[in-house]
T-cell receptor, first 111, second 116 residues
Framework: AQSVSQHNHHVILSEAASLELGCNYSYGGTVNLFWYVQYPGQHLQLLLKYFSGDPLVKGIKGFEAEFIKSKFSFNLRKPSVQWSDTAEYFCAVSRDDKIIFGKGTRLHILP | GAVVSQHPSRVICKSGTSVKIECRSLDFQATTMFWYRQFPKQSLMLMATSNEGSKATYEQGVEKDKFLINHASLTLSTLTVTSAHPEDSSFYIC????????????FGSGTRLTVV
């Protein structure tokens, strides 16, 4: 079945640690890829997106993601996390004019 | 940037009653809007795609008679949960697509529905 998989359900890191959240999708053909963040009590916000071109995408707040077509992956990275990065992160794929979300990764940063 | 307003943010209703949730695009026209449902600690599940002036397209397993969607104008879509039951309690989120923007999907802040 077509799906978006996020490998880590819950990640706990200390401040200044490096972050990588995995995301794989199983759709064939052309897809658009997104990472969204949902801070506690707030609505979804777009972190970054990939439509075409450079597979290394830079987003807001120091986040970046790399699209590796051969691996059907779009992992999210940040070299040094902050306490304010505590949130839930959703990988998503746009196909057929719809956005399909992964199950999300809850990130908790220890001060 | 594009803003989507969702109302109400919270609603509590009695079992058997109906609840309407509104989704408005404030500064752009949205020919397509999407309705999602999010269970606690789970992902957003797409319920339906709403196109202005036409019938909504529902995802498999979503009861169209229970979740009525109306997209009467380019800035407003409504989701009505009919004859609500406690199992319908959830977080409902809408998204609107701005065709004129480089990236078109903007999400509302969600509606927490509790059916008692």
């Amino acid at each position: 079945a077509q799906s978006v998989s996020q490998h880590n359900h819950h990640v706990i890191l200390s401040e200044a640690a490096s972050l990588e959240l995995g995301c794989n999708y199983s759709y064939g053909g052309t897809v658009n890829l997104f990472w969204y963040v949902q801070y506690p009590g707030q609505h979804l916000q777009l972190l970054l997106k990939y439509f075409s071109g450079d597979p290394l995408v830079k987003g807001i707040k120091g986040f970046e993601a790399e699209f590796i077509k051969s691996k059907f992956s779009f992992n999210l990275r940040k070299p040094s996390v902050q306490w304010s990065d505590t949130a839930e992160y959703f990988c998503a794929v746009s196909r057929d004019d719809k956005i399909i979300f992964g199950k999300g990764t809850r990130l908790h940063i220890l001060p | 940037g594009a803003v989507v307003s969702q109302h109400p943010s919270r609603v509590i209703c009695k079992s058997g009653t109906s609840v309407k949730i509104e989704c408005r695009s404030l500064d752009f026209q949205a020919t397509t809007m999407f309705w999602y449902r999010q269970f606690p600690k789970q992902s957003l599940m797409l319920m339906a795609t709403s196109n202005e002036g036409s019938k909504a397209t529902y995802e498999q397993g979503v009861e169209k008679d229970k979740f009525l969607i109306n997209h009467a104008s380019l800035t407003l879509s409504t989701l009505t949960v009919t004859s609500a039951h406690p199992e319908d309690s959830s977080f409902y989120i809408c998204s609107a697509r701005d065709l004129l923007a480089a990236f078109g999907y903007t999400f509302g802040s969600g509606t927490r529905l509790t059916v008692v």
